[in-house]
DNA sequence: TTTAGGATGAATTCCCGT
DNA sequence: ACGGGAATTCATCCTAAA
């Protein structure tokens, strides 16, 4: 009947010449399969209104599609599947109307401790219901920094804080690329309409890129045609390039991704890195204003300071935000497998003068039950346990490895909630 | 040994016309 | 409601130069 296509890929001795025999070629194979399907399938194919326009899609093509669009229909039916607002702005931003004050948390999530947790908004599908049912079924806040700042950044927080008197970070920071950047606004050609960034990434354009961006557009005294117009555009959107001069676009430099995220200029600097690393770092970092508003009703809640477990700090945008919320940090207990970004929070803690205790810990597996527990006891137990995990295997740049929430860096996530449960039994039980 | 540059798609959502 | 196009995306791997 069939010929498994499969089993010719199969490594080991093949078992007989009944191979052979059977094997027919796949064009042949293609239009056995194509004759077996029912008629009536075949007619919808051909009376589909815009089959015109597919008709290089071949009708093998068309029902596999169809039936992937199906499955997948089933798939998140039974799968309560998580589903992202437009506008993006959660349970509210500052500055747009829609405030929500109040909501109705599992009984299992009540805090404190609280716990603050964050990654990619746009994870692959399932990964944010998953991530939901590990953290005691809360639904996600999902908000665009570009609400708060004049980069796009689009996350996912799960969290069991109060989320009525919030208050932001003052001073609001510039919230269009012009306010961020007033000198580019000289160069800012009239068909360029960006007002805002894309997301803010690991890596920046080089300086060839601009370079040849330069070249396309010297030849027209005026207004370049609309298809050198596109290629500049995409090139600008995709890399986040800013206008420096006549034809001239350049990629932000570290400190200015410094002071788009919230953190103040050289932050970064103190690790003694080079460029390169100071963008990945600050790639991989939270947008402290988003962050510092939802943290925000602590302030009233700890006015003596708050004990702080914080995972996969990275250049430590949960701890920069406390700061400059001014609630005062009394002991900080820092994960991070970096030592260049351990080296960043550690010169921070001394350049802001901290009176607390910061302790860093390279490898979140030393984090066991004896050690929480000797932590715990010696400073008296944690009000906040606050991360975000790796997103390694669930950012759409990733090419390679986009495996969702069981790649090797993401499932650093099932690290928190094995810490945050460890934290809350030992605290809840006392 | 370190650093910058180039090549490398696909998953997902939004939007708009039919 | 549905399909197709546009837009967006906390990246990785390899190589050559420094």
Wanted: glycine share 6%.
């Amino acid at each position: 009947m069939y010929l498994n296509v499969n089993s010719l890929n199969t490594v080991g001795p093949r078992s007989s010449i009944v191979e052979l025999t059977d094997f027919i070629c796949a064009a042949q194979m293609a239009k056995a399969a194509d004759a077996l399907f029912p008629v009536e399938d075949k007619k919808s194919f051909c009376n589909d209104p815009n089959y015109k326009k597919r008709r290089n899609m071949g009708y093998d093509l068309w029902k596999r599609k169809k039936q992937m669009k199906l499955e997948k229909k089933l798939l998140n039916e039974d799968d309560n599947v998580v589903h992202l607002p437009n506008p993006m702005i959660g349970f509210g931003v500052p500055t747009e109307p829609g405030q929500i004050t109040q909501r109705t948390l599992p009984e299992d999530a009540i805090g404190p401790p609280y716990f603050y947790y964050e990654n990619v908004a746009m994870a692959p599908v399932g990964v944010w219901s998953e991530m939901s049912r590990y953290l005691y079924d809360v639904g996600p806040e999902f908000v665009d920094s570009k609400y708060f700042c004049a980069a796009a950044r689009k996350r996912g927080y799960i969290h069991n804080l109060p989320i009525d008197n919030r208050f932001p970070l003052f001073p609001f920071p510039p919230r269009t690329i012009h306010e961020a950047f007033p000198l580019t606004k000289k160069w800012w050609p009239c068909w360029d309409p960006r007002t805002k960034l894309n997301c803010l990434q690991t890596c920046t354009a080089s300086a060839k890129l601009t370079e040849r961006i330069r070249k396309a557009l010297e030849a027209y005294d005026d207004e370049p045609p609309l298809n050198v117009q596109k290629y500049v555009l995409d090139e600008c959107r995709k890399w986040n390039l800013v206008w420096v001069g006549r034809n001239k676009v350049a990629p932000l430099e570290p400190d200015e991704v410094e002071m788009l995220l919230g953190f103040p200029k050289n932050h970064t600097r103190g690790g003694g890195s080079s460029r390169t690393e100071r963008i990945k770092s600050l790639g991989n970092s939270f947008q402290v204003d988003t962050v510092a508003y939802h943290l925000s009703v602590l302030k009233d809640m700890y006015p003596g300071g708050i004990n702080v477990l914080s995972l996969f700090s990275g250049i430590g945008g949960a701890e920069v935000a406390l700061h400059r919320l001014r609630i005062p940090l009394k002991t900080v207990v820092s994960v991070e497998k970096s030592e260049v970004n351990r080296n960043i929070v550690r010169s921070w803690w001394e350049q802001t003068n901290q009176h607390g205790t910061l302790i860093d810990i390279p490898d979140v597996q030393e984090l066991n039950g004896d050690r929480l527990e000797q932590l715990m006891s010696r400073y008296g137990g944690f009000d906040l346990v606050v991360g975000g995990s790796p997103c390694n295997n669930l950012a759409g740049s990733n090419r390679h490895h986009r495996d969702g929430l069981e790649g090797k860096e993401s499932s650093l996530f099932y690290d928190y909630c094995r810490i945050l449960d460890l934290v809350r039994l030992m605290q809840r039980t006392q």
